[in-house]
């Protein structure tokens, strides 16, 4: 036992995710994608809306069936008709969650829900007891909380573990909130409510203005121990916080967290192309851990450094999350070590070091006019440079 704390990791690509404008999933490919969920270990999997639509029924009752490994939850807003469609989807599940959730911020409560406060609290309980009475294990959400007065939700959260909610879970719904104050929220939270020791704390960050990761992780720094978030950071609008980003900062940085998870994430990357080949949504080629480049170092110095020794460059390993390797690019800002090493992993054998001198200001000709050098290039230079017999 390492004595830290648990982060639960529970992935709404499935749900969050699919809002996405242009990302909705056959149940076919919510399956693939919750299936290689579990493979990857992830704690908690929101498969979808139930009462949405007979699709989204479907698939959370078909994953509900197949997924047996992690924990399958369905969203629902604080109505009963909502909850018990719910129940009835995850009823074959080995573990299952209900998900509840009404807004809590004024603006929400007087526009959209057009309903006085004392109201929201009393929907929030009622829908929290209602879950109940089918599982145990009940996450209950103050949408648009990341815009929400504190002592409105210490008040409401408060009402909704009484009524049994396991998991509070607290979503900068819009994406509004910066580190320190979302930290500073969710420590005043469980700080002052005085059942707060009774329910696992958790946050769920739109990526509006960039901040999702950060925001999670401050709260994580400040006492939550269940992030939400998605593969890719798929998500309504900007997105959600990725999931790849949050396990591999917590895991990098255990120096500074107190927690751990139990994900394998040796599974990233393959999870991550498979959302990507189904959604059709591309992976940008410098995004952290998943992209194309995360693992691909160009200039000579760099390239030098990391032949030298790897973590001169690199504070992770690319095997870790899923990649075959990292890789040395060759192009023009490449060394002539990274060169020679090159040559040397193809079994190209130069005789001298002026045929290597050659070969190499043959290469820096070749890579100002072109991106990348690739293998058969390197091939033809150094037939072309070779001293006949
Ligand atoms: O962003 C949000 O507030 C949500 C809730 C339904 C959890 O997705
Ligand atoms: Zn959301």
Redesign the pocket.
């Known amino acids: 036992m390492s004595g830290k704390d648990r982060l639960v990791i529970f992935d709404t690509t499935l749900r969050?995710g699919e809002q996405s404008p242009g990302a909705s999933m056959t149940k076919a490919e919510k399956l693939r994608i919750a299936k290689s969920l579990e493979k990857m270990k992830v704690d908690v999997i929101e498969a979808g809306f139930a009462i949405a639509s007979p699709g989204d029924f479907d698939a959370v009752k078909s994953i509900a069936e197949a997924v047996k490994d992690s924990t399958i939850c369905s969203?629902s807003r604080a109505l009963d008709k909502d909850i018990d469609r719910a129940a009835e989807a995850l009823k074959n599940a080995n573990s299952s969650r209900i998900?509840t959730?009404i807004a809590t911020s004024p603006i929400h409560m007087k526009y959209k829900l057009q309903m006085e406060p004392d109201q929201v609290v009393e929907q929030a309980v009622r829908a929290v007891k209602r879950a109940r009475s089918h599982t145990s294990d009940v996450e209950f959400?103050c949408?648009?909380a990341g815009r929400s007065e504190i002592d409105f939700l210490c008040r409401i959260i408060e009402s909704a573990i009484d009524a049994g909610a396991t998991t509070i879970?607290i979503?900068d719904?819009v994406g509004y909130a910066i580190p320190s104050e979302f930290g500073e929220t969710i420590k005043t939270l469980i700080e002052r409510i005085p059942n707060s020791d009774k329910a696992i704390f958790s946050v769920?960050c739109?990526n509006d203005l960039g901040l999702a990761v950060s925001n999670s992780l401050a709260a994580v720094m400040n006492g939550a121990r269940q992030v939400?978030c998605t593969i890719n950071g798929l998500g309504?609008r900007a997105g959600n916080a990725s999931l790849e980003e949050v396990v591999m900062a917590v895991r990098t940085r255990k120096d500074l967290f107190a927690v751990e998870t139990s994900l394998d994430a040796t599974q990233i990357v393959p999870t991550s192309r498979l959302v990507s080949t189904i959604t059709g949504f591309p992976v940008q080629p410098n995004k952290a851990i998943v992209g194309a480049n995360a693992f691909a170092h160009e200039s000579g110095i760099h390239q030098d450094g990391i032949l030298k020794n790897r973590e001169t460059y690199e504070i992770m390993a690319a095997q870790d999350v899923g990649w075959h390797t990292n890789s040395l690019i060759l192009g023009k800002h490449s060394g002539r070590n990274a060169f020679k090493s090159r040559l040397e992993e193809l079994g190209i054998q130069l005789e001298t070091e002026t045929e290597l001198n050659a070969a190499f200001s043959r290469f820096k000709d070749l890579a100002d006019k072109k991106h990348e050098i690739f293998d058969e290039d390197l091939q033809a230079l150094v037939s072309d440079t070779k001293v006949p017999d």
């Open positions: 969050d969203l998900h959730f959400s949408e648009d879970n979503p719904t769920h739109h939400e309504e």
